[in-house]
């Protein structure tokens, strides 16, 4: 499968502003993006999920193969000018976001580079939208970021890497991968997004009249 446009991610300058990131539109191509949401994993709560859990189809597993293709770490070492051999990597996956979800962070210290790549089709919520930060202020924005159509966001993880979106509920399809920097951390990853999930599981399960009202 043809996924990722690298013409357009190498045509792409890195910012600085607000710290070192890159958007690429339109990353995932449309013909893989079609195949890729085709077999999606079915995640009914919300959180991020180690892709390691899940369940899809063929279509999916050539996105979780690319991201850890040689290729794939090559081009980002040379777009932060980093070097990211040895280094261990997570993948989560998202389906679904709650209104609480997006609050202001940094990411933890153990990454090394976030890349987020948007896979729902058309987005239309104002919501949802992950913005770039200069503060931990979530209206002192320096990109914004639509969270679909196969849409990336990569930026090198700092003390003042401030993101975050605004409250939105509903399917908002995204995965997550990681360099982290040894392989203590990439297990702390792994278990606190899996904890995290259990979580939410099991409050959803508890509460199955609150959730059908907010549908």
Known sequence: MDLFNWEAFRATPLSRDPYEHVIVSGFVKPGALEKINADYPAIEDTGSLPVEGLQFG??????????????????????????????PTTITVRGRCAGGDGQIHTDSVGKI??????????????????????????????????????NLVAFLRSDHSWHGHLPFSGERRVVQFNWVTNKRNQTIVFLRHRLSASVKHLLRRAKPSTAQRQD
Do not use: C, M
């Open 113 to 150: 580079i976030t890349i987020l790549i948007y896979l729902n089709p058309l987005w239309h919520d104002s919501g949802g939208r992950l913005r770039l930060l200069r503060a931990k202020n979530i209206e002192d924005v320096a990109a914004e970021v639509v969270p679909s159509g196969g």
């Open 58 to 87: 063929p279509g999916f597993k050539p996105l979780v193969d690319g991201l850890q293709s040689d290729q794939f770490r090559k081009a980002f070492e040379e777009k932060f000018q980093v070097d990211l051999s040895g280094r």
